[in-house]
């Protein structure tokens, strides 16, 4: 006996905004080719007489891709010989066309080729050693090395001075914010170099962000905000602290303190989303905290002002509280109190 079991099917509906002409918009923004199909025979083929054409029409549009290619460029220069001058003066008279100056002496880099070389880096991420590789398969034997110094001769000759120019604007902010992340460089002699990043507030009128790449050592941040006075937005970390000393006024991160807190909860489950324990209070008072900035990124300077002092002051005062509280019953050798010092 064979038994069928009902199909049982579910249907679900839902409303989608479809999105009219998005394809035909991104054909239209690009340059068209025409490719025509016509007959190479104008005969037709039942009874034999001459065909003549009604007319055309799009049958079809794709997008091409034209692979990227290395071609030389020889710049040939004129010479020009004055022979009235020749003939007056006991030297002659030469005059070449003006040559456009190649980017960097004595290299075999375009503008556009040094320039796609730094798209592909920073923007693509595709390393130097990868690059080498596919200007190999090109046909361009450059060595990763060489496209490496193209970048450090731009910024250098470049670059340099605009670099200098926004770090000047910078330091005339009231505000500035660092942060300090280490990563790994293929050939350095240090075990880690560290990317800084200074930047402006995100409510500044001007914003500029800026990096600088060398070790940890505080030298690093002194050197690089010599001359600022104003609010320094950083972490805890000693590097910063003698900035103190040239008028510069140092302001805790609270997501530095919250990301502490998260590191120092228990590695159980169960014990993790325990709501009671002493890491989870914290976190929830730092939530409550970037909740209210959050609903506050629209008002003006004025506004969010009157805000944080009616609202966010009250709460931050009873989160000092709070963290003084803890402090006295945790070690200092706690996975706690770096958290708590650190707010």
Request: proline share 5%; charged share 30%.
């Amino acid at each position: 006996m064979t038994r069928t079991c009902p199909r049982i099917t579910e249907t679900i509906t839902y409303k989608r905004r479809k999105q009219v002409g998005r394809k035909q918009d991104i054909l239209d923004s690009l340059p068209g080719e025409e490719v025509h199909y016509q007959l190479d025979d104008l005969t037709c083929p039942d009874c034999r007489h001459e065909l003549k054409e009604i007319g055309s029409f799009c049958a079809r549009q794709e997008l091409l891709y034209v692979p990227a290619k290395i071609k030389r460029i020889d710049h040939i220069q004129h010479s020009y010989k004055c022979q009235h001058c020749s003939d007056e003066a006991p030297a002659d008279k030469i005059i070449k066309a003006p040559v456009p100056k190649a980017p960097l002496t004595n290299s075999l880099g375009s503008a556009s080729l040094i320039s796609n070389t730094i798209y592909q880096k920073y923007v693509l991420k595709v390393p130097a050693y990868r690059q080498e590789k596919d200007l190999r398969r090109m046909g361009l034997p450059l060595d990763h090395k060489t496209v490496s110094n193209w970048h450090i001769k731009v910024c250098e000759y470049y670059l340099s001075s605009l670099y200098e120019r926004l770090r000047q604007e910078l330091l005339k902010l009231e505000a500035i914010h660092a942060d300090e992340t280490p990563y790994r460089v293929l050939d350095s002699e240090r075990a880690k170099d560290y990317v800084w990043t200074f930047l402006s507030g995100k409510h500044a009128k001007t914003p500029i962000v800026l990096y600088h790449h060398g070790s940890r050592k505080g030298t690093e941040a002194w050197n690089f905000l010599t001359g600022f006075s104003g609010y320094l937005h950083c972490d805890q970390y000693p590097g910063y602290l003698r900035l103190s000393q040239q008028d510069v006024t140092l302001v805790g991160c609270m997501a530095h303190a919250r990301r502490k807190f998260r590191d120092s909860l228990p590695k159980d489950k169960a014990r993790e989303s325990d709501a009671t324990s002493v890491a989870k209070q914290g976190i929830h008072y730092c939530d409550q905290m970037f909740s209210l900035e959050h609903s506050w990124k629209d008002l003006s300077a004025e506004e969010r002002y009157k805000k944080r002092q009616s609202e966010l002051k009250p709460l931050l005062k009873k989160f000092s509280d709070w963290c003084y509280k803890k402090s006295v019953s945790v070690l200092p050798s706690g996975s706690w109190w770096q958290p708590s010092s650190t707010a």
